[in-house]
């Protein structure tokens, strides 16, 4: 028999065998921490006296079946889908972006100041594209100081982006107040851009259309990191700084290109909740976006579709935990409960997935 025949004889018997493994890594690495959270979360409700089934039963009917809870959950995945796509160029490129909240933040009050003042100048879409430029200028800028340390001298950029988004969640809050304050309003914010002037609602919907923009920019990035030459040197810096610089690639030039895409689109994510959402930015408002997507891009191992689904899947628990919180009396911070035990188990599912690999070679 020749070797060509052997080969063909023993793809068929590997291909059983790889989807076998594939599903097995499915079931215990992601599939696995999300029922185990569950499971986990419902104990802690049955200890508080609260039937875990009629909370999670408000949940899916008030963030998922419901028609006004649905909108609202697509409305809530715009700003989420944007630093998603920052944060999967930033860690496929090996880079730890976790300033994007103060990037966030600041990419909002930019947006926000710049766009009533446009509103009788430029016509709707030109100050809505001008807002968004200038809020992913402001978050790619704030970007710059951890980038050139990290680049240039080694510092590790979990410390400054860290640093960088108390910084910057501080000086948002003394902007708002101080800076761009609306003189004619008695609770400190900026000024007001009138709802016909924001982001187009999706068809006869309160859907805001960021949420498409949002998902193409994910799309777009996942298709730059995984399919083209610039994707490939990023994701070579990421890997082995040392054999790209050897390659011949700037090593410290795709550090900082890495850092300001990133942050761009934590500014993006910034423009799209004031220009499709809430029209303006109040004083010591803080959502911690961020906080909320690292996980979920984490679980979806960097892949962009993957992280579409679980935007939508987090926020249809945002929405629907509101709701069921004051019915069954549990407080809207138990999401955090949620999510807390999800990344601890995620964590102990990587280790025993790294474990079971290394014993098997």
């Not at 999967?88 to 090996?94: E, N």
């Not at 003042?117 to 430029?133: K, R």
Request: aromatic share 8%; with cysteine.
């Amino acid at each position: 028999m020749s070797a060509s025949s052997e080969l063909d004889d023993a793809a068929p018997a590997q291909s059983p065998r790889r989807s076998s493994r594939w599903l097995q890594r499915f079931v215990l690495v992601t599939l696995g921490p999300i029922l185990a959270a569950l499971v986990v979360s419902g104990i802690v409700l049955l200890l508080f006296g609260v039937d875990p089934l009629e909370y999670y039963g408000y949940v899916v009917r008030r963030g998922l079946l419901s028609s006004l809870g649905l909108q609202q959950t697509a409305t809530r995945m715009a700003p989420l889908l944007f630093l998603a796509a920052g944060l999967i160029v930033a860690f496929r490129a090996g880079l730890w972006n976790l300033g994007v909240d103060g990037q966030f933040l600041l990419g909002a009050v930019a947006a926000a100041a710049l766009a009533p003042s446009l509103v009788d100048i430029l016509p709707g879409w030109a100050m809505l594209v001008a807002g968004f430029c200038v809020a992913a200028l402001v978050g790619a800028l704030w970007s710059v100081v951890p980038a050139l340390l990290r680049a240039y001298q080694g510092v590790n950029e979990i410390i400054t982006t860290l640093m960088m988004t108390f910084l910057g969640v501080s000086l948002a809050n003394v902007l708002v107040k101080l800076v761009f304050l609306d003189p004619t309003t008695t609770v400190p914010q900026t000024r007001t851009l009138p709802v016909p002037d924001r982001m187009p609602r999706l068809f006869d919907t309160t859907i805001s259309s960021g949420m498409i923009w949002g998902i193409l920019a994910v799309l777009a990035v996942h298709l730059m990191m995984t399919r083209t030459a610039f994707g490939l040197r990023l994701r070579t810096v990421g890997a082995n700084p040392h054999a790209a610089a050897h390659a011949g690639l700037n090593v410290p030039l795709l550090t900082v290109a890495v850092f300001a895409i990133s942050a761009g689109f934590a500014g993006l994510a910034g423009a799209s909740e004031v220009l499709g959402v809430t029209g303006n930015i109040q004083a010591d408002w803080n959502p911690a976006y961020g906080l909320m997507v690292i996980p979920l891009v984490f679980l979806a191992r960097f892949h962009g579709v993957g992280s579409i689904i679980l935007i939508f899947l987090y926020s249809t628990l945002l929405i629907g935990a509101e709701s069921a919180a004051r019915r069954v009396g549990v407080p809207q911070d138990f999401t955090l409960v949620l999510v807390s035990s999800l990344l601890i188990l995620l964590a102990l599912a990587e280790w025993l997935d790294a474990r079971r690999s290394w014993t098997e070679s």
